[in-house]
């Protein structure tokens, strides 16, 4: 992991040092592909470490992207054991211009949000163990939420060395506020799979204040097949199965 965490690093530096423009991405810019993306359901197993590398948590997410032809509307879903008896769904809804709704409940309930995407405005609605809340946060025109973009970062058109800036609204409850993102498409990668077909990756930078991301994304079917993901304090690696 550690190896893995370096080479990357280096490779990173390198390429920001060559970068050569910026583009502010909009969601609503045609180099967002959003009628490439198809029915689709892939399980990801993803595994937290500690600063020392130490396993903390193992996790299964089964996650499926469903097409409404008539409503044009994009959901991606996640579902999540998060604990003995306890489940975890969360929905986002996109349009083909961007972000269009929220959806996220727990069960047993404890944890309900739903958030609508107003062109310039979020109307956050939460009840947490029984308190409800709502929240109206003002955002600039064009922007994406946090969840459904990182469904999306294989459907756009990227150019390498170019930094593309873009405005994320943070779903978590203990955010909820606008937040700064940043994608680059570093290098191709090819993988070979258990049963020999060999898969070419487009591999991208993701970052925001909180965390840095390299994500690995097939360049024929546009998913994600690998996420290593590093914050203040944690790790984590999600790899399809």
Same mark, same amino acid.
Request: glycine share 4%; net charge negative; proline share 0%.
């Given at each position: 992991m550690y190896k893995l965490k370096f080479t990357l690093l280096s490779v990173a530096i390198i390429i920001s040092l060559n970068a050569v423009g910026q583009v502010h991405l909009n969601a609503h810019y045609k180099s967002i592909h959003y009628d490439w993306i198809k029915p689709s359901h892939t399980l990801y197993k993803q595994t937290g470490f500690d600063t020392s590398g130490n396993i903390t948590m193992e996790l299964v997410i089964d996650h499926v992207t469903k097409i409404d032809s008539v409503k044009k509307e994009i959901a991606f879903i996640n579902t999540v054991p998060f604990a003995a008896g306890k489940l975890l769904i969360d929905s986002s809804i996109d349009n083909y211009s961007g972000s269009a709704r929220y959806i996220l409940v727990t069960f047993p309930s404890t944890k309900y949000e739903y958030i609508k995407y107003l062109p310039a405005s979020v109307e956050a609605h939460n009840i947490i163990k029984g308190v409800s809340s709502t929240k109206t946060t003002p955002m600039p025109e064009g +922007?994406?939420? =946090?969840n459904s !973009?990182? =469904? !999306? *970062?294989? +459907? !756009?058109?990227y150019k390498k060395g170019v930094s593309y800036q873009l405005d994320c609204y943070g $779903? =978590?409850?203990h955010t909820q506020v606008l937040i700064p993102f940043e994608i680059e498409y570093l290098f191709d990668e090819e993988n070979q799979e258990r049963g020999g077909a060999v898969v070419s990756n487009m591999v991208?930078?993701?970052t925001n204040p909180g965390a840095t991301a390299y994500v690995w994304i097939d360049k024929k079917t546009h *998913? $994600? $097949?690998?996420v290593y993901a590093q914050g203040k304090g944690y790790s984590f690696s999600k790899v399809a199965i």
């Open positions: +922007y994406f939420d =946090d !973009i990182w =469904d !999306i *970062l294989g +459907y !756009i058109s $779903t =978590d409850t991208l930078k993701v *998913l $994600t $097949t690998k």
